[in-house]
């Protein structure tokens, strides 16, 4: 990997002063429709579903793109986007590579946090929970639904390696064409789905004064508590 020789000291600053200010004068009220404990379902998957619902209707762009969050065994956090592809009472599912780092990290620390944000709503939810990954059956149903480009893509990355350049992908998913030719593409053995199996889900209503509803539901020996948490 090519280095970048460090931007010169003065410039940078003052760009980062201009970015402060730039990203400070960001502000937008949260006007919503409260959220009152009288309205919620008393379980937080049907709560979920009503919002992710209410969401899609309103035609927000990727409202199944969320923050994953893992850890390594030191404590070492990584997050990037992935997307739901299921949820029920069971947890909420996500494909990957299972030798990418998120892959690598849930092996050794099975935990991980879930981050929705819906701009169209004011609304974010964070699910906190165990992960495992789902029955081999499912992640070859699942991915026999994909299109047939993102079939090879999962063949042809080795996601999260280094790899020497742009060329090295291309050459290696020209490869993987070769070699599915005129076949149905099967599921990689290294790819998969996991499982984010909940025990405290919470629901952020934005609100104005930043006085914003924040409803949080815990599991206590399968029984979901619900309390209320200062914004
Ligand atoms: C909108 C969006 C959706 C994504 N969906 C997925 C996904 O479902 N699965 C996945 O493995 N990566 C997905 N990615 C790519 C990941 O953010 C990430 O780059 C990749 O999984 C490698 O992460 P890792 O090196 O931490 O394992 C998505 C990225 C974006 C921006």
């Known amino acids: 990997m090519s280095q970048k020789r460090a931007r010169n000291e003065p410039e940078t600053r003052k760009m980062m002063d201009k970015r402060i200010q730039k990203l400070s004068s960001q502000r937008r009220e949260y006007f919503s429709i409260p959220m009152d404990e009288s309205s919620l379902a008393a379980d937080p998957i049907i709560q979920f579903d009503r919002w992710f619902d209410e969401v899609l209707r309103a035609g927000q762009p990727d409202p199944d793109a969320m923050t994953?969050?893992?850890?390594?065994?030191?404590?070492?956090v990584s997050a990037r986007v992935v997307l739901l592809r299921d949820f029920d009472h069971r947890g909420f599912v996500f494909f990957t590579n299972y030798q990418s780092r998120k892959g690598r990290e849930l092996a050794v620390h099975?935990?991980?946090?879930?981050?929705?944000?819906?701009?169209?709503?004011?609304r974010q939810v964070r699910i906190e929970g165990t992960v495992e990954q789902v029955s081999i059956?499912?992640?070859?149903?699942?991915?026999?639904?994909?299109?047939?480009?993102?079939?090879l893509g999962a063949w042809a990355s080795p996601q999260s390696d280094e790899i020497a350049d742009r060329n090295t992908l291309d050459q290696s998913m020209s490869e993987v064409e070769q070699r599915f030719k005129n076949m149905p593409v099967p599921c990689p053995p290294f790819w998969g789905g996991y499982?984010?199996?909940?025990?405290?889900?919470?629901?952020?209503?934005?609100?104005?004064?930043?006085?914003?509803?924040?409803?949080?539901?815990?599991?206590?020996?399968?029984?979901?508590?619900?309390?209320?948490?200062?914004?």
């Open 137 to 151: 059956k499912e992640s070859e149903e699942y991915f026999q639904t994909r299109p047939r480009g993102s079939q």
């Open 195 to 231: 499982r984010v199996k909940p025990e405290r889900i919470e629901f952020w209503q934005g609100r104005e004064n930043r006085l914003h509803d924040r409803i949080l539901y815990t599991l206590h020996q399968r029984v979901w508590k619900i309390s209320r948490l200062a914004p």
């Open 68 to 76: 994953l969050s893992t850890a390594t065994a030191e404590g070492v």
């Open 110 to 122: 099975p935990r991980a946090a879930l981050t929705f944000f819906w701009f169209s709503h004011n």
